[in-house]
């Protein structure tokens, strides 16, 4: 079959520079900015007076640890309740040394993250807000502290913002069921979006951005993470499964303004599913704690047994876990990687069930097939 090529040409204003596109395509294929799920600047919502009145006066507040760093003496809390008065997810408390400072109108309402900086003081915190459509998307936060070790927010990112800065640095085209990612002229990487049961994309409008904004605070640089979604021809929500994850550094100014780095892939091999190969079945899960950059663990050993507690921690070349066996006592071993194949191998274990030295093999679902592609013909950004 032969395809026409057809050449067009775009112009846009951003931040006050031109950006050209002079771009070679198929009449199926077109480059295009994706569409933002956040609708405006997020204000910092208000405590209810009831809430911050029982935070006020309570004798008690009932916390729960986000984060506990020994070694620099800082440690990170959520309320839950003051006396007996449930908080509504509103507070963290945040104690450096013995002095303890009090957020009251900080968001909860998702799994908040914290990890203290040593080499430049900084305390990174991740908080909730609620944007338009009622989704919880997290805000930034960098804490410093003042000589006597009270806590004030010296810098926070806007979910809107960060959307609207990521909006101007990723582009895509979509050719039937493939959306290829770029990086302004970067190519990223070519997502098959095989869902099946939706329809076909929606070509008016396929891609978006926003509802799915976290941030990787284990590292003394933080990370966005992006995760766009799709839209097909039926249905009213929008899907994530297929889409990959992207990521990119974090930098800060002096006036609190904020740039991101190259946008990448986000790299964690060893995560996923991985299905049994003694009955093709989901027997393995591996999952990235972008909190502390170690690995929540589930193996499940076909009419054997399952350790669900494990925690792993990467190697040069493997994956080293810890698990409580069922007998109750510690067990673990590593986790190799080939291809999509995962073996683990036990080198710790003291139940008679499992051996030192015991192997079992899974193949990993494939659910983000990636597919590299050549940049179009042609495309030019000129400022």
Known sequence: MTMKLLTSTATIMLLGCTIAFNISCTDTDATRMPAGTIDGPITQSAIPPHVLKAIDEATILHQYEIMSDTANDVSVSCIGEADTIPTESYGIVVVKGS?????????????????????????????????????????????????????????????????????????????????????????LCTIAVDTTDMGGLDTDQPLWIGEQLIYDISTPTPRVLITPGVKFTTGLVLTYDDMSTLSAPISFDTDGTFTIGDLDIDQHPYEG???????????????????????????????????????????????????????????????????????????????????????????????????????????????
């Open 99 to 187: 002095t303890s400072t009090t957020f009251a109108d900080l968001r909860n309402t998702r799994q908040p993250l914290a990890h203290y900086d040593t080499s430049s003081g900084s305390l990174w915190l991740t908080t909730s807000a609620m944007e338009g459509t009622g989704v919880a998307v997290e805000r930034l936060h960098q804490l410093r502290f003042d000589h006597e070790d009270h806590a004030h927010i010296a810098m926070t990112i806007d979910p809107y913002d960060m959307q609207q800065t990521l909006l101007q640095r990723l582009r895509y085209t979509i050719r039937q069921q493939d959306i290829t990612l770029y990086d302004g002229n970067r190519l």
């Open 273 to 383: 599913t991985y299905l049994d190969t003694d009955n093709d079945e989901p027997n393995l899960y591996i999952t990235y704690r972008r909190s502390d950059g170690r690995y929540d663990i589930s193996i499940g050993i076909f009419r054997l047994t399952t350790l669900d507690d494990a925690l792993g921690t990467l190697a040069v070349n493997h994956l080293d876990f810890t698990a409580t066996d069922a007998a109750g006592n510690p067990i673990g071993g590593l986790i190799t990687l080939s291809g999509d194949t995962a073996e683990v191998t036990f080198t710790r274990s003291t139940w008679p069930l499992l051996e030192n030295g015991s192997k079992f093999v899974y193949i990993k679902k494939p659910n983000r097939p990636l597919e590299s592609r050549s940049t179009p013909n042609n495309l030019l950004f000129a400022h």
